[in-house]
């Protein structure tokens, strides 16, 4: 089976511009959470879909928005990029949601490392 | 704010000793705990998951958790240098949609 699969790898913008993340869970999985890893601040969580519903955010500000599409993919998209947004930022997917059972754990992709200069 | 306690080390152990992580957090009404590897470079792969007290083994890994004392622990027996990674301790808010919180991990080298 297919893990999750994150796209693109990398990515470079620059400040002010805007940038759109891709997220393709585990076949069956229907829930798609997004983090943020920082060296300083570690791993933070934006926000978790289910069945193309917001079912959970973090402390992000609405400049970090996202979305779920019917087969369960997902996007992220961050406008306005500040330095500060330079991280990687992870995909996880689980079956039923987003770490709250330990019957459906988060299996997270290689994620897409962003850097804006 | 829910927070999630780790040693961010370096925690160095000789090959073959024990490697003991570990993990406090603050809500009480937390129910599931994880333990993560984050390879250097890599995305974090679930090593353990426990939600009751006591211990949980899992060949050479064994979770212990603690809720009176909010504290959880990963143990790893016969330590070899393929286990050097950062490990990362998650923990599920209360609630039956918990959201994981996660630590800022602890980098653990283990030397031949």
């Known amino acids: 089976k297919a893990g999750v699969t994150q796209t693109p790898r990398y990515l470079i913008k620059t400040r002010g511009q805007q940038v759109t993340l891709s997220c393709s869970p585990i076949?069956?999985?229907?829930?798609v959470s997004w983090y943020q890893q920082t060296p300083g601040q570690g791993l933070q969580f934006l926000f978790e879909?289910?069945?193309?519903?917001?079912?959970n955010k973090g402390n992000f500000p609405g400049r970090f928005s996202g979305r779920q599409f019917s087969n369960s993919r997902s996007e992220m998209n961050v406008s306005t990029l500040e330095l500060g947004d330079s991280a990687l930022y992870l995909c996880?997917?689980?079956?039923?949601?987003?770490?709250?059972?330990?019957?459906?754990?988060?299996?997270f992709g290689n994620g897409t490392r962003l850097t804006v200069t | 704010q829910k927070e999630v306690e780790q040693n961010s080390g370096p925690l160095s152990v000789p090959e073959g000793a024990i490697a003991s992580l570990n993990c406090t957090y603050s809500?009480?009404?937390?129910?599931?705990f994880f333990w993560y590897r984050q390879y250097s470079g890599k995305s974090p792969e679930l090593i353990m998951f426990i939600y009751s007290n006591g211990d949980k083994e899992d060949g050479r890994f064994t979770a212990q958790l603690n809720k009176a004392s909010q504290y959880v622990s990963l143990l790893i027996r016969d330590s070899q240098p393929s286990d050097s990674a950062t490990y990362l301790c998650a923990v599920e808010q209360g609630g039956s949609q918990g959201n994981l919180i996660f630590g800022k991990g602890t980098k653990l080298s283990v030397k031949p």
């Open positions: 996880a997917s689980s079956l039923e949601g987003q770490g709250g059972s330990y019957n459906s754990p988060l299996h």
């Open positions: 879909y289910f069945s193309e519903t917001q079912r």
């Open positions: 809500d009480r009404g937390s129910q599931s």
């Open positions: 076949s069956g999985h229907r829930s």
